[in-house]
């Protein structure tokens, strides 16, 4: 069974550097990175395969965020610097157990398959 569990949200002032952390177990595919804002829908911001081998980002934070996974300890992490107040929301991270023909199509909630609980990250002005 995939469990997931995120760490490393908090309140921070805007321009700071934050690093989430995903304790991952389990056989997955592909670990992602989605947010959900207060009154938006949940979006993608990273995703990598679980060998490292494919990352993909979504274009709107690609230039501030960055994903990385430790293999070792099976732990996925999104490097955030100058961060902003339109980056507060909850951060989830998420699995995808399956293989797909065109990974870095699936951008969706709906195409991974396990999810953390979240952890909240407030940026201040």
């Known amino acids: 069974q995939v469990r997931l569990a995120e760490s490393g949200g908090g309140s921070v002032p805007a321009g700071d550097s934050l690093r989430l952390s995903c304790q991952a177990s389990?056989?997955?595919?592909?670990l992602a990175w989605f947010r959900q804002a207060p009154g938006k829908g949940r979006d993608f911001i990273a995703a990598v395969t679980w060998n490292g081998e494919v990352t993909y980002y979504a274009e709107s934070e690609k230039d501030r965020f960055t994903i990385a996974r430790d293999a070792n300890n099976n732990i996925l992490y999104l490097q955030m610097i100058n961060v902003k107040p339109e980056d507060t929301a909850v951060y989830f991270c998420?699995?995808?157990?399956?293989?797909?023909?065109?990974?870095?199509?699936?951008?969706?909630?709906?195409?991974?398959?396990?999810w953390g609980q979240g952890t909240q990250v407030t940026v201040s002005t």
């Open positions: 389990g056989r997955t595919y592909a």
């Open positions: 998420a699995a995808r157990r399956y293989d797909g023909f065109d990974l870095k199509t699936m951008t969706s909630a709906d195409d991974f398959q396990y």
